[in-house]
C-alpha cells in the first residue's frame, strides 16, 4: 500500500491505496465520488472519462500510481466549469438522456471536445466521441446537445 | 672511344629496363591497391545489408509496426488487429481532442490494467508507414527506402537513426513492453535493445545501405 496525495476538482485528497489501484477506484471507492462510472474495466467504453491535466482520460486503466501531481476533474465539478455548464444545460434542454448511465462519461468528453474545439463539425464530434458507448442509442441527441453547446458558447453564453 | 660508347649504351639499357620495371611494380602495386579497396567496399556494403536485415525484423514486428500503419489508425497485438475503440490517428498522429493516444496511455507502462504506457504516446506519421492500406508488410528494400529518406524522416542522418534507436521512448518500450490485460508479458521484437543498436551502427557505418526497390 502507498499513500498518494491528489487533487481532485480542485481540492487536496490523500489515499492510501495498492499502487496499481485504477484512478477510477480510488474515485468511487476511497473518496465515494460515484458521479464517474464502471462501465467496462478496460477503456472501451467511455463511461469512466474524466480530466486528468486537461486531457480526457479513461480512469478505470490508469493506475494512482501513474497520476502524479496532475489535477483531477470529475463530473462532480462540471455545473462549476464554464463550458460544462453550458454542455450539461444542453444535454438538459434537449432531452439527451435515456438511462443515463453513460452520461456523466459523455458530457466528460464533450467538455474536452469543445475546449479544444469550439465549433466541431459532425467529423469532429464523431471521431472524439467515439470512446463513448450508449446502450440506449442516443447519439443523435448527443450531437445535437454538443452542436446546441457549441452555439451557446459562441454566443457568449458561457457562464 | 669506341668502349666508352658502350658502356654508356650498357648505362642507358639497364637504365631503361630498371625503369620500365619499377613503373610496372608501381601499377601492379596501384591496381592491388585499388582491387582491394574495392573489395573492402563490398564487403563494407554486404555487411551493411546485413545489418540492415536485422533491423528490418525488428521494424516489422508487432511492437512497432502497429503504430506505423498507412491508415487512420493504429494497431494492437501480435496479430495486429485494429485497435479498438473507435481509436483514430488525428491530425498529429496522437489521436482527436477528446479520444487521444494518451486518453489511455500514461508515461509507463499500467501493468494492472494492462494498458502499454510510456512517453509521449503517438502513431508514426505517414511518412513512416511500413505497411500498405491493406497491412501488408512493405519490402525491406521499400521500408530501408523511406527510414533513409531524410524528407521522409524528420530529416534524420545516419547519426541521427541511430540516436533515434538508442534513445526514443517509444523504441525503448518495445523491448520492455509490459503486460497483456491478462497479466502474459507481451511478446519481445526478434533481438535485443542492444543488439537492435548494435545492428544500426553497424548499417550507419556502413553508409546505411538498401537493396534497390522495384
Known sequence: METYKLTVNGQPKEVTVDPGTPLLWVLREELKMTGTKFGCGIAACGACTVHLGGVATQSCVVPVSLVGNRPIVTIEAMADDPVGRVVQDAWVSLDVVQCGYCQSGQIMSAVALLKVEPKPTDRNIEESMGGNICRCGTYVRIREAIKAASQQLHEGGAR | MRSRNAVARAVFVILVVSLTWSV?????????????????????RTEGLAAWQQIYSVLISPRCINCHTATSFPQQGDDRHRHFA????????????????????????????GVPGAHDWHLAPLSMKWQDLNGNILSSAAVCSDVTDRSKNHNLDGAGLLKHHTVEPLV????????????????????????????????????????QTH
Not at chain 2, 610496372?24 to 563494407?44: C, E, K, L, P
Not at chain 2, 473507435?86 to 490494467?113: F, K, W, Y
Open chain 2, 24 to 44: 610496372w611494380i608501381f601499377a601492379r602495386t596501384v591496381r592491388q591497391d585499388s582491387a582491394q579497396r574495392s573489395n573492402a567496399g563490398a564487403s563494407n
Open chain 2, 172 to 211: 525503448l518500450w518495445a523491448f520492455q513492453p509490459g503486460l497483456n490485460i491478462d497479466g502474459t508479458p507481451r511478446s519481445l521484437p526478434p533481438l535485443t535493445h542492444e543488439e537492435l543498436v548494435a545492428a544500426t551502427r553497424k548499417w550507419v557505418e556502413a553508409g546505411t545501405p538498401c537493396l
Open chain 2, 86 to 113: 473507435n481509436v483514430v490517428r488525428g491530425p498529429e498522429d496522437r489521436g482527436v481532442p477528446a479520444l487521444q493516444c494518451i486518453t489511455c496511455h500514461q508515461e509507463a507502462n499500467a501493468n494492472s490494467t
